[in-house]
Each structure stands twice: as C-alpha cells, then as structure tokens.
C-alpha cells in the first residue's frame, strides 16, 4: 500500500521521492510530523511547505557512503519567494549562498549548473542536513531556541542513523543551543556561517578548510 503523509490536510505521498535513490532513514519520519506536534512552527503552514518542500530537494542526493557530514542551521527563509536558495534546489551556484562558499574550498573546478556541483558533491561522499528542518533565520533568539530543542529529536536519530566519518556543524550559536541535546559520540568540528561580513566567511573557509585538512 502506498504511503500517504497528512500535513494539514495536504497529501504529501511518498511517491514524490525518487525512486532507486538512496534514503535518508530519517525522511520519511520528518514528513509523518513524529515529534513536530510541541513545536512552535507547526501550526505554520509555509514554515512546513518549506520543509516539505526541501526535504524532497535533499532525498535527490544521499550518498551511499557519506564521508563528510555538513549540518547546517535551517533552510532559508527565503525559499518562500525563491525556490533557489536552498542548498538542494536546482539552478546556479550563486555568489554568496552557501553552496558557493564550500565549492570556493573543496573544488578547483568550475560548476556551469548547480545539479553538476550537487552531482560532485554526492559523489564525493558528502551530504548536507539541516539541525532545524523548518527555518528559523527569521524567528526571534528564544523562538528559535524553542525550535531548535524540538527539532534536536529528528537530529539525535539522524546522527545514529547515517554512517558518515566525520561532522561540520556550520553555526557556532545554533551548534550551542543543540549541543546540550545530543547524545551520540561521534567526530565533529564547528564553524560559522559564512554570512553577514567577510571576517565570517574567512573564517568559515579557514575552519572548513582546517576540519577537512585541506591545504
């Protein structure tokens, strides 16, 4: 029987997923709302679009081995009026996006379209999950730590559940929030978001750059 996930009263059936592809096990939970009923952006329909939508972005590129582990702070708030700037949506590689700044470290070659740096970036064994599944750049400092501490369940058993060699959290404050939430052993490093001075994006590529030995 198919499976079919309710959010709001909107059909979301698993058939949207790709199929062959490497899973995520963690997918397929998130979208059945497991432990999202006590967080504070689940009565927020495009909060939850925006998951929704970006998790599907994500199932196209699980590696079937993953060395390297990024987990970001959220999707982007913007993802509402631009289906672009999430870091698993088609298109560019746009100067500035996240995206941009890890192919500025890991990779000499240029990229003509984001599906061929994301292509590479699967191939190479490295994935990229989000700490928070709705975004939360535009929530206030407490609400956000309300969502990251519910949200901290969904991390906890992705951890467990993916194989991967090493983990880089990217956003040192979220990163202090979770910390106290977790419960695996297991190798990481933390940078910061390259965003919002170019002292944070030195320094982001300084840490990536030292958590991956790369000279």
């Not at 289906?83 to 003509?112: C, D, N, R, T, W």
């Not at 190479?124 to 535009?138: A, F, S």
């Not at 407490?142 to 901290?152: G, P, T």
């Amino acid at each position: 029987m198919q499976a079919t996930y309710l959010i709001f009263n909107a059909a979301f059936p698993e058939e949207h997923l790709d199929e062959g592809a490497c899973m995520n096990p963690l997918v397929l939970e998130i979208l059945s709302n497991k432990y999202c009923g006590q967080c504070i952006l689940f009565g927020s329909r495009e909060h939850i679009a925006v998951r929704n939508e970006t998790i599907k972005m994500n199932a196209r590129y699980v590696p079937e081995t993953i060395k390297i582990l990024f987990v970001a702070e959220s999707p982007p708030w913007d993802f509402v009026k631009d289906k672009h700037s999430y870091f698993y949506a088609p298109g560019q590689v746009e100067h500035g996006g996240l995206s941009y700044h890890i192919v500025s470290v890991l990779f000499e070659e240029k990229f003509h379209t984001k599906e061929h740096f994301l292509q590479k970036f699967m191939e190479e064994g490295l994935y990229l999950i989000d700490m928070v599944k709705c975004p939360i750049n535009k929530l206030t400092k407490e609400e956000k730590k309300k969502a990251i501490r519910s949200c901290a369940k969904y991390l906890n058993e992705e951890l467990h559940s993916l194989n991967f060699e090493k983990a880089i959290f990217m956003g040192k404050s979220s990163f202090k929030i979770v910390k106290s939430y977790l419960n695996s052993d297991f190798n990481y490093a933390v940078i910061p978001l390259p965003f919002g001075s170019n002292k944070n994006v030195e320094c982001f590529k300084d840490g990536l750059k030292k958590a991956l030995n790369v000279t």
